[in-house]
Every structure is written in structure tokens, then in C-alpha cells.
């Protein structure tokens, strides 16, 4: 075990609203202090970091994306979905009612569109529907592209949003098109039909959220139709490891022993990580970050540092979450130089060649570095 102490700016959000979307799942609305607006101001398809209380270990912090949409001013909604034997989602579902508070990080996220004015494919599954959801609302709101959505579900009763869905097709039979996939009917959706599916939109901005198997066969199919990287996103719905809300005590956190992974170059896992073998800088480093249109930029990052810590300390408020290398929070663009991962559970081995790291996890190799946030 190593310990570590983490400094996090989190918040007490009031809860202003509890509904019951499906007898698994529950949206829950909570108000954003005066004074903290600026913090959560959001893109669609970010996501909270819940504090869920625990007797065992204080706090078990998980992710929630947002369902509502920033497009108007509107309180901020997680939908949550009880997983079977999970402790957070159940706890969350069966203890969060109107007047709590629940303890939260600022929204983090990069599973945004570049445009809610470009065509968008959307494919979701079961409660991956709570990013796309602020997607097609915001979308709808500010944009102006066609949507088009693939959710796929159990059955009938497990369709999180149904009645929202169908209001908004009614309401933009010309923007929004929405094809219920239920397992109970047609059975798992395959590789082909998806292909199918997605032919006709080989052009739009494809987002895909669900279950690891369905989000593995959509990618496989939207990659046979030839779509970019840059064009195809997905939101991995995992629980993370460690604990940012760490001001409560130092957090014992268990050193990650990576899984001996599989052949599969998709796999983060199993991706080479660039500047692994790269032997750290001698001197203090060069780093230029672009983040929130300003260039940050400082000649004393030193080796053994991670990007995130670096910003930190000079004051930069670099977006983050887990801290562990798991949920892409902190996602960063090299525009030059490189860095090594001390570990690496979310990006792809695509990713990782598109340049993409993870600044809480980052460390210089090369005497300079300059990333983007954007
Ligand atoms: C970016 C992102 C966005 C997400 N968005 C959503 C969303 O919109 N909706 C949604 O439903 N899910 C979402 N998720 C998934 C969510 O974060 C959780 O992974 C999911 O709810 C399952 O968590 P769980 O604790 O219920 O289950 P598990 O993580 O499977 O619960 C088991 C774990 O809890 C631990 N545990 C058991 N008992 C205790 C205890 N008493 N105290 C502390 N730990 C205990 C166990 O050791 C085990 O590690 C998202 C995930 C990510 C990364």
C-alpha cells in the first residue's frame, strides 16, 4: 500500500428532486451554491463525482454522468442505475431523498460533442443513456445537426427516459430520430445490424455508451465503416479505485497491479505506453499547457512530478477526477514532446497514438512538453 494525501475542491450540492425513471433507476436533481456556477458550468455528457459515505471506507467515490442539459440554465440531474451487488449505485437509489446533501466534485469529462450543431450518432445501452441524454437535450436546445439515436435495452420496463424520448422525436420529427433496440424482441444487437445501422451517417459525430461487450462491438462496427478516431467517442462506465475526496484523511490506496492483459489492442491495458522505457530528464522540464483558451506556461516541472500535480501547485485548476488513471477526467493532447503513464486503465492503444494522456498520471521524459486540454 502507498499513502497519499489529496487536495480536492469538492462541494455540498443540495438535492432538489428524487424520481424514479424505472424500478432500477433514479435521476437525482441537486441545486449549485451561489457563488460555485462558474465550477459547474458544463458540456454535455460530463459527469460528477459522487461522494457515496461508507462505514467501511468513508467514502466510496463514484462517477455519475449528467443527464440534464446545460443548455439553459436548468439544476443539474445524475441518473443513477442500480448495479446488481454494487454498493454506490444501490446506496444512492435507496438513501438520497429532497433536502440531503450530497458531497460532489466540479464536472469533469471530455465525452462532449466539438459542435451541438453537427450530426450526431448516438448509441446507447442501459443506464449509458445519461450522458447521450444530455447530449440530445442540449443538442436539440443549442444546435442545429440531426440526431440520431440507437438505445438499446432488456426490455420494455428498463428504458430509462422513454416518455422524455418520445416527447422530444414528437416535438423534432425533423432533428431526432430514436430506435428502440429491446433485447426481449429483436435479442442483443450484433456487429451487422449495428454496421447497418450506422451507414447512412458516415459523416455524423458518433458517441457510444453502455455495457463493455456492446460498446465493443459498436466501435468494431463503426471502425469497419471507416469512421476516425476523432469522430467516434466512448464513455466507459467503471468505479473508480481511489478516493480524490482525500481531505478527509490520507488515502490508503492499494498499488494497482495491472492485469495481465489480453491480446486485444483496444484494451488499455494491454496498450504500449509511449515513453514507458524512456529514462526521466536530468533538469526541470518545460511544460505549456493550453487550457480554457489561456496558455499556462512554466520551466520548472520537475521529473518524477505528474502534470496534474505540476498545475496544481502553480495554481492552474486542471480539470481531474480520479487521480488513478481510470477515468479520463484529466485527458490532455500532446502537441509536442512526451511523457510516461505510472498507469493507464481507460485510454486505448488508438488513443495513446492520437497523442491523448493522462495528465494525473503523466510525467516528462522529453525537456519539453507542450498538451492541450481542448
Ligand atoms: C465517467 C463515468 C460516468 C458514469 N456515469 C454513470 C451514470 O450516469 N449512471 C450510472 O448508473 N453509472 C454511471 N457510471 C458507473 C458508476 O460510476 C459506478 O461504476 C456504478 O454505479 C457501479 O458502482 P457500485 O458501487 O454500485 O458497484 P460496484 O463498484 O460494482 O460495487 C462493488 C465495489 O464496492 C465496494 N464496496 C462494497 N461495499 C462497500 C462499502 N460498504 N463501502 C465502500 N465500498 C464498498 C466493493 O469493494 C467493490 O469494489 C459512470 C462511470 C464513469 C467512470
Not at 219 to 241: T, W
Not at 312 to 338: H, I, Q
Not at 359 to 374: I, L
Request: charged share 25%; net charge negative.
Amino acid at each position: 500500500m502507498r499513502k497519499r494525501s489529496v487536495d480536492t475542491d469538492s462541494f455540498e450540492l443540495k438535492v432538489i428532486d428524487v424520481v424514479e425513471e424505472t424500478p432500477d433507476a433514479r435521476s437525482i436533481t441537486v441545486e449549485v451554491p451561489e457563488g460555485a456556477e462558474e465550477q459547474f458550468a458544463y458540456r454535455p455528457g460530463q459527469f460528477l463525482t459522487v461522494a457515496v459515505p461508507s462505514d467501511r471506507t468513508g467514502v466510496a467515490a463514484r462517477c455519475y454522468s449528467l443527464s440534464s442539459s446545460p443548455v439553459g440554465d436548468g439544476p443539474l440531474t445524475i441518473t443513477v442505475k442500480r448495479t446488481a451487488e454494487g454498493y454506490a449505485s444501490n446506496w444512492l437509489c435507496d438513501n438520497v431523498r429532497v433536502g440531503d446533501t450530497l458531497r460532489v466534485l466540479a464536472p469533469s469529462g471530455i465525452f462532449t460533442p466539438a459542435s451541438l450543431d453537427a450530426d450526431l450518432l448516438l448509441f446507447a445501452a442501459g443506464s449509458g443513456i445519461t450522458p447521450v441524454m444530455s447530449i440530445i437535450r442540449a443538442a436539440l436546445a443549442g444546435g442545429t445537426g440531426r440526431i440520431t439515436v440507437l438505445y438499446a435495452n432488456r426490455d420494455e420496463r428498463s428504458v430509462i427516459f422513454a416518455a422524455e424520448l418520445r416527447r422530444l422525436a414528437a416535438e423534432h420529427p425533423d432533428r431526432l430520430r430514436v430506435v428502440h433496440w429491446l433485447e426481449s424482441v429483436q435479442g442483443l444487437p450484433t456487429q451487422e445490424q449495428v454496421r447497418a445501422f450506422a451507414a447512412d451517417h458516415l459523416e455524423d459525430d458518433a458517441f457510444v455508451c453502455g455495457p463493455a461487450p456492446f460498446m465493443a462491438m459498436t466501435v468494431a462496427a463503426l471502425k469497419e465503416l471507416g469512421f476516425p478516431r476523432a469522430r467516434r467517442h466512448q464513455e466507459k462506465f467503471i468505479s473508480l479505485g481511489g478516493n480524490p475526496f482525500g481531505d478527509l484523511h490520507d488515502v490508503e490506496v492499494a498499488e494497482q497491479e495491472i492485469e495481465s492483459a489480453e491480446a486485444d489492442p483496444e484494451d488499455a491495458a494491454a496498450a504500449p505506453v509511449p515513453g514507458a522505457e524512456a529514462a526521466a530528464p536530468a533538469a526541470a522540464v518545460r511544460l505549456e499547457v493550453e487550457l480554457d483558451d489561456e496558455t499556462h506556461a512554466f520551466d520548472d516541472w520537475a521529473p518524477g512530478t505528474t502534470m496534474l500535480d505540476h498545475l496544481e501547485a502553480k495554481g492552474v485548476k486542471a480539470p481531474f477526477s480520479c487521480r488513478e488513471g481510470e477515468c479520463s477526467a484529466c485527458a490532455v493532447r500532446l502537441l509536442e514532446g512526451e511523457v510516461s503513464m505510472r498507469h493507464n486503465d481507460v485510454l486505448d492503444a488508438e488513443d495513446l497514438a492520437d497523442g491523448i494522456r493522462l495528465a494525473c498520471q503523466a510525467e516528462p521524459v522529453t525537456d519539453v512538453v507542450r498538451a492541450s486540454y481542448s
